[in-house]
Structures are given as structure tokens and as C-alpha cells.
């Protein structure tokens, strides 16, 4: 894969949580997603695109400030506005391999975090505590 392939397949990931629609992403059959809120990775397409299609929904906007591609490996530095106005600033590292994205490992910015403890487990979970 080249570059601009890379950054087209990012694109589309990032821009699905604005429709929460994941089917057009190009995902490899191998996908893993490293979750901030768990010990193990989370293995497996259908229970990833679950998770990720639940979160969407309380995505009200993304807007993508940077990729770094160096296949197949890729970084993504990228804000999501929370249905409930938060901002949150990430870095998804990504690991492609011959399908498309392989790996994803989000990474977020710990600001909004240390000033509301419970927003990053409710932005996840959806679950107000």
C-alpha cells in the first residue's frame, strides 16, 4: 500500500464515526483494537465494529489535524466532538497489513481527562455513573 492509500483507508475509519456507518472501511480479516479501558486487546471484526459503531454515537464531529504513514505503520492526530460538546484529542497508531487496518491503538490526550475523571469511560461505555 501506498501513501495515499493508507490515509484514504484512515479517512474513511475516522470519518465513519461521524455516520456510524463502518462497512466501507477497509479493515483487515485480523483486526485488533487496543482498548484504553481493558487489559487484553479486543480481537475479532464483528465485536470491534460493534464497539466502534456504539461509540460513534456519541460523536458529533471529528476533525483530522495530521497522518504520519511510514507502512506499515501509521499515525493519526485527530479530534472528536462529543455529542455532549467535549473535545478529545487522539492518536490513533494503526498496523496495516496486505487487507487494510490490522491494528488500532488510540491514544488520548489526558487534559479533558484529569478535568472530568468518568468522561473517557462514559465517551466509551456510554454509561453515566
Known amino acids: 500500500m ?3 492509500e493508507i490515509i ?3 479517512d474513511e475509519y475516522l470519518c465513519a464515526f ?3 456507518d ?3 472501511v477497509q479493515f483487515s480479516s ?3 483494537f487496543i482498548s484504553p479501558l481493558r487489559e487484553e486487546p479486543i480481537v475479532g471484526n464483528d465485536i470491534i465494529i460493534g464497539f466502534l459503531s456504539d461509540v460513534s454515537t456519541r460523536v458529533e464531529s471529528v476533525n483530522i489535524i495530521e497522518h504520519i504513514i511510514d507502512y506499515p505503520m501509521a499515525c493519526s492526530l485527530f479530534e472528536f466532538t462529543t455529542n455532549k460538546g467535549d473535545v478529545l484529542t487522539l492518536l490513533d497508531y494503526f498496523r496495516f497489513d496486505e487487507e487494510g487496518i490490522a ?3 488510540p491514544c488520548f490526550d489526558p487534559k479533558p481527562l484529569i478535568a472530568n475523571p468518568l468522561l473517557l469511560p ?8
Open 30 to 32: 485480523q483486526l485488533n
Open 18 to 20: 461521524n455516520s456510524g
Open 122 to 129: 462514559e465517551f466509551l461505555t456510554g454509561k453515566v455513573k
Open 2 to 4: 501506498n501513501k495515499a
Open 22 to 24: 463502518f462497512s466501507q
Open 8 to 10: 484514504e483507508i484512515i
Open 103 to 105: 491494528l488500532i491503538w
